[in-house]
């Protein structure tokens, strides 16, 4: 038995491992071929819809501001008004947060 392995490994036990790893190379050549192509079609998308971002925003303003005036400046209000209770309600958070810190070094 030990001659028969012997016998193959001398004959064909060689080439049948270097024609699976041939073929094991060629195989994660193609995985990697793909996987490049599969990053670069989502970074074409990406890019695809960072455009339509930004050509949707630019129709929009261009839009209100031009078509419907008056509700433009009522959104730009809205944005104005949201804008300042934010930091309003940051400002009283950080204040009651200070002010907790402060007891608790006192105490």
């Given at each position: 038995?030990?001659?028969?392995?012997?016998?193959?490994?001398?004959?064909?036990?060689?080439?049948?491992?270097?024609?699976?790893?041939?073929?094991?190379?060629?195989?994660?050549?193609?995985?990697e071929?793909?996987?490049?192509?599969?990053?670069?079609?989502?970074?074409?998308?990406?890019?695809?819809?960072?455009?339509?971002?930004?050509?949707?925003?630019?129709?929009?303003?261009?839009?209100?501001?031009?078509?419907?005036?008056s509700?433009?400046?009522?959104?730009k209000?809205?944005?104005?008004?949201?804008?300042?209770?934010?930091?309003?309600?940051?400002?009283?958070?950080?204040?009651?947060?200070?002010?907790?810190?402060?007891?608790?070094?006192?105490?």
């Amino acid at each position: 038995m030990t001659n028969k392995v012997l016998n193959f490994e001398n004959d064909g036990g060689d080439q049948l491992s270097r024609k699976s790893l041939l073929k094991e190379s060629e195989h994660l050549s193609n995985s990697e071929r793909l996987i490049d192509e599969q990053i670069e079609l989502a970074s074409r998308t990406h890019e695809n819809l960072l455009y339509q971002r930004s050509t949707i925003d630019s129709f929009n303003s261009t839009l209100i501001g031009e078509k419907l005036g008056s509700i433009g400046g009522l959104l730009k209000k809205i944005k104005v008004r949201r804008r300042r209770q934010t930091v309003i309600l940051a400002l009283v958070i950080a204040s009651c947060l200070g002010f907790l810190l402060l007891y608790f070094r006192l105490a």
